[in-house]
């Protein structure tokens, strides 16, 4: 990211640190509260990335911050687990997140097609740029979103699948597996 001039001219930053609200938006701990289907209500997608990627599932992780989460994890030593599907969940929630936001859609629309999208914080007391820990994440699902905005069409997430056979329930169905019994995931399918 360090060969990069000037964000918003010949890049974006999808980071809190981004100078662009477009950029702060897109962080996965923006904070912004997500309503998932099915399982209910997160202050940010990051809050949904951790509550789905915690070995035991914990709620109090659904109001926590970006700070707090990860003080919570490390206190907690909380290891993290696979989760079906979970690159397409955190694109849904982004999506929905970015829905909530129709002038940052008109933004989008306005984009030019060279603008490069990157994710990096900027180490205090110096210009050193570093990439974020889900940089190659948060850009392949920006990048899609993008895409299916400026061509006035639906996010694809099939490519953010890696469990197809178990993507129902808005990419949840794998995930649910921990929480509820077989004949209740059948339930809510058939719901």
């Not at 997500?34 to 990051?46: A, L, N």
């Not at 994890?73 to 969940?89: D, E, G, H, L, R």
């Not at 030019?112 to 205090?124: G, N, Q």
Request: proline residues 6%; charged residues 25%.
């Amino acid at each position: 990211p360090n060969d990069f001039l000037k964000e918003g001219e010949d890049h974006i930053n999808l980071s809190i640190q981004s100078s662009t609200r477009l950029g702060k938006v897109f962080d996965p701990a923006y904070l912004k509260v997500i309503d998932y289907p099915f399982i209910g209500k997160f202050c940010s997608v990051f809050s949904l990335w951790c509550w789905l990627k915690a070995d035991v599932i914990d709620d109090s992780l659904r109001r926590l911050t970006g700070p707090q989460l990860r003080k919570h994890m490390q206190y907690k030593k909380m290891a993290m687990s696979s989760v079906p599907n979970f690159k397409a969940i955190i694109a849904y929630a982004t999506w929905m997140k970015l829905q909530d936001y129709p002038n940052l859609i008109e933004d989008i629309k306005k984009l030019s097609p060279e603008i490069k999208l990157l994710s990096y914080d900027i180490v205090r007391g110096s210009e050193l740029r570093v990439c974020t820990k889900y940089a190659p994440l948060i850009i392949s699902i920006v990048r899609e979103l993008i895409c299916a905005v400026q061509e006035e069409r639906e996010p694809n997430f099939a490519m953010f699948l890696d469990h197809p056979d178990v993507a129902a329930l808005n990419f949840l169905e794998g995930a649910l597996r921990k929480v509820f019994p077989e004949h209740k995931i059948a339930e809510l399918k058939n719901a």
